[in-house]
């Protein structure tokens, strides 16, 4: 009976734990779920539009890159960074901002898989998965610090912007 005890303490102790774990990592977790899902929704339109439509390599690539950023920036903006302003004026600069930041890590993998694909005749799929793992790592980057960033005394800068709006 002790013993049951002690278990069950420990399993509350650990689930109390995980959910501490889960609240205070919940940007990052989402973060990865929807770069999963963005990176999924990437290798899926590429190889259609390579393989099946017919596109460049280069047209895939810029196809599969601007369907995967629009579904990012949304999951981003509302479920990842929770920024719910929706202010016309708010959501253009972030859009422009998301969008520029996305150039250049989109132009990164445009390099890679233009170097891999059409110079070295590598396999296009498998240098688009090593691609996407570099992408995915500055996206976050840029998407926390620069996009979706908090001023220097931790406000939103969304909240901030707000104000100046008014």
Do not use: Q
């Not at 691609?131 to 979706?148: D, H, P, Q, R």
């Amino acid at each position: 009976m002790k013993r049951l005890k002690i278990r069950r303490h420990i399993l509350a102790e650990t689930m109390k734990t995980i959910i501490e774990l889960l609240k205070k990592r919940r940007s990052v977790i989402l973060y990865l779920a929807f770069g999963i899902c963005t990176t999924l929704i990437n290798w899926t339109v590429y190889p259609i539009c390579y393989y099946v439509l017919g596109f460049s390599n280069m047209g895939a690539v810029c196809a599969a890159w601007f369907i995967a950023v629009s579904f990012a920036f949304v999951t981003n903006k509302i479920w990842v960074f929770e920024r719910k302003n929706f202010l016309n004026r708010r959501l253009l600069k972030e859009c422009i901002s998301f969008f520029s930041c996305r150039l250049v890590t989109g132009t990164l993998d445009l390099l890679i898989m233009y170097v891999a694909v059409d110079v070295f005749e590598l396999n296009a799929f498998a240098w688009k998965i090593l691609s996407n793992g570099l992408v995915v790592i500055l996206n976050y980057a840029t998407g926390k610090f620069v996009v979706f960033r908090k001023d220097c005394v931790g406000r939103d800068m969304n909240k901030k912007n707000l104000m100046d709006s008014k």
